[in-house]
């Protein structure tokens, strides 16, 4: 089992116990939507994150992305990096019915899929030394998404969508967070290869 040095944030304790399973990590769960009236676990987290850093992984539905996205302007930016698990269809084995949106969330996602979120989101693992380096060429700007044909013009959002759902990304990803997902894992020119192969 891999150890990972920030603490990851999760939506509820189900999503833990799977998260625990795959790495040996602190993981806080935030109790849903709880955490929007919850001053004392803020305080906590952003304590947490001077320390250590955290890593955010929400489920890819409209619900996560609002629990994201308020955690995203609550807390330091520095201190925190984002975890995207990919939009699969399905549901848990706990719940009788699949959620509203119909796709799986943290907690029904295989061990492997949520080990590679956490890499991409660039996890420090301590059981080993650093993996692949971070792309070495200039970080993609919003000026480059531009003119690459993925916003600002006709087209431009199905070609985002298209791309999200070749790097199995979740398709609720702003233009913003996918801008900080590309630079995780790419530079401008692998980016525009990437495109080409994809015909995207």
Do not use: W
């Not at 990919?86 to 119909?102: N, V």
């Not at 199995?168 to 192969?197: F, I, K, Q, V």
Request: glycine fraction near 12%.
């Amino acid at each position: 089992m891999r150890k990972i040095r920030e603490v990851i944030v999760v939506e509820g304790r189900y999503d833990k116990n799977a998260l625990r399973q795959v790495v040996d990590a602190t993981v806080i769960p935030l109790g849903g939507f709880a955490v929007f009236n919850d001053r004392e676990k803020l305080a906590f987290l952003r304590r947490l994150g001077q320390e250590r850093g955290l890593i955010l992984l929400t489920d890819s539905d409209g619900a996560g992305f609002v629990i994201r996205n308020y955690l995203k302007g609550a807390l330091p930016k520095e201190m925190v990096k984002q975890a995207y698990i990919p939009d699969i269809a399905g549901k848990e084995r706990r719940k009788r019915h699949p959620g509203k949106e119909g796709k799986l969330g943290v907690e029904g996602m295989k061990p492997q899929v949520l080990l590679e979120a956490l890499e991409r989101a660039g996890a420090t693992f301590l059981d080993e030394v650093p993996g692949k380096a971070a792309p070495e060429g200039p970080p993609i700007t919003k000026a480059d998404l531009f003119s690459m044909g993925l916003t600002g013009g006709s087209g431009s959002a199905a070609r985002r969508q298209a791309l999200l759902r070749y790097l199995e990304l979740p398709e609720h990803l702003t233009t913003g967070g996918m801008l900080e997902a590309l630079n995780l894992l790419y530079d401008r020119e692998s980016l525009c290869r990437l495109l080409d192969e994809a015909g995207i």
